[in-house]
């Protein structure tokens, strides 16, 4: 039956990889991904799925599915959103193309299987990620597990990845002329300011998985005009999310702090989704490397455990999941690079395709035929 696999993966090549250059040559940005869904779209609606477009309400997202009703679901889950001037420099037109590959090479045995093959089109995981409304609205609860592959560098095992809180401080005060009455002022960028430098002094005594990071996006003005308001944006991260909530604590105490030194107001928000710690299931992820080794390649022996933050995490909070990276084989390569984005169509990127499609169906297959082994990984998530 795998070799039945192996037989559609093959004969499907052609399309995604075509998937992923027509991808890389239309770079759309989160949300904004209509082509480059419309392309899943149209292919997996050739290869027999029924697709549900703007799923949940949002206009760049769906969910296509496969299989006899009340089968067993898997689910694979895409990625396609670009970076602004870089475009697909984090490989998401790969990942788009794996997760189509897989479902579709798996399909060949939904019917034997009693399985449910499931693919979701998620948008805009680099900024505020579709997975987490997705997630909120349960849009993964009827899947036994899912799975997406990262291309990389080099190989390496599903792994950790930490949470994030993106939080956006907006300070308040009051206007004055900052020579002639800077006393009747209330300057609102001393008080983010304040904020920052607090901040400093409180890296200090985090655990050293927790980060805090932020960018000054509005300043004011003019020079000679106090400023009433100021607006800093910072991206708050930790191993785990119940440790991050300690951090987002001390720093709104930061910003109380901050306010009261300089006789400024502040409010505070969410300006992108928060991302939870990635919860790799390891019993899912050595079941994958097995089939990475029975398509002929080694075995990875990395873990990559992130200090970066992912929507896939919301997932693996709520199903069983595992986000492996299948490795170009060239360290020199780094994420976010116009170099990492040309790599996807080089002969080591149809390798990458074709690798992680190979190993996500294979390891549907199994999950589905071996009874054991859902129960070791249902074991291991209620854990």
Not at 199 to 221: Q, V
Not at 273 to 297: C, H, P, W
Not at 332 to 340: C, E, Q
Request: charged residues 25%; hydrophobic residues 40%.
């Amino acid at each position: 039956m795998k070799d039945k696999i192996i037989a559609k993966l093959n004969k499907i090549m052609p399309e995604l990889l075509e998937i992923n250059r027509k991808l890389y040559e239309n770079p759309e940005l989160g949300y904004e991904e209509f082509e480059s869904s419309k392309l899943l779209i149209e292919f997996l609606k050739n290869q027999g799925f029924n697709v549900e477009e703007k799923y949940l309400g949002i206009e760049t997202a769906f969910r296509a599915e496969y299989g006899p009703e009340g089968g067993m679901k898997i689910g694979y889950l895409c990625e396609y959103d670009a970076l602004p001037e870089i475009g697909h420099g984090c490989g998401h037109n790969s990942i788009a193309a794996m997760g189509v590959g897989a479902a579709t090479s798996l399909k060949e045995c939904a019917d034997d299987l009693n399985l449910r093959i499931v693919v979701y089109g998620t948008p805009a995981e680099e900024t505020s990620g579709a997975k987490v409304e997705m997630v909120e609205k349960g849009a993964f609860d009827d899947l036994f597990c899912a799975m997406m592959c990262h291309p990389t560098a080099l190989m390496a095992k599903s792994g950790t990845s930490s949470a994030l809180e993106a939080i956006q401080f907006d300070f308040h005060g009051q206007t004055a002329h900052a020579a002639a009455e800077p006393h009747m002022g209330r300057n609102a960028l001393e008080g983010l300011i304040h904020l920052f430098n607090l901040t400093f002094s409180l890296r200090a005594r985090l655990k050293k998985d927790a980060n805090i990071a932020g960018i000054i996006s509005e300043g004011g003005l003019a020079a000679n005009i106090i400023p009433e308001h100021a607006q800093g944006k910072f991206y708050l991260r930790a191993a785990k999310k119940e440790y991050l909530d300690f951090v987002k604590e001390e720093v709104v105490k930061c910003a109380e702090a901050a306010a009261l030194a300089t006789g400024t107001t502040f409010e505070m928000k969410n300006y992108e989704a928060s991302y939870q710690d990635m919860r790799t299931n390891e019993v899912l992820s050595e079941k994958f490397s097995d089939n990475i080794e029975y398509i002929g390649l080694e075995r990875p022996h990395l873990t990559r455990d992130m200090t970066g933050s992912i929507d896939m995490g919301n997932v693996s909070h709520r199903v069983p999941s595992i986000h492996p990276w299948i490795g170009f084989g060239d360290e020199s390569l780094n994420p976010h690079t116009r170099a990492f984005a040309a790599a996807t169509l080089s002969e080591k990127g149809k390798n990458v395709i074709y690798t992680g499609s190979a190993a996500m169906a294979l390891t549907g297959y199994d999950v589905a035929m071996d009874s054991e082994l859902r129960e070791k990984i249902l074991k291991e998530f209620k854990g």
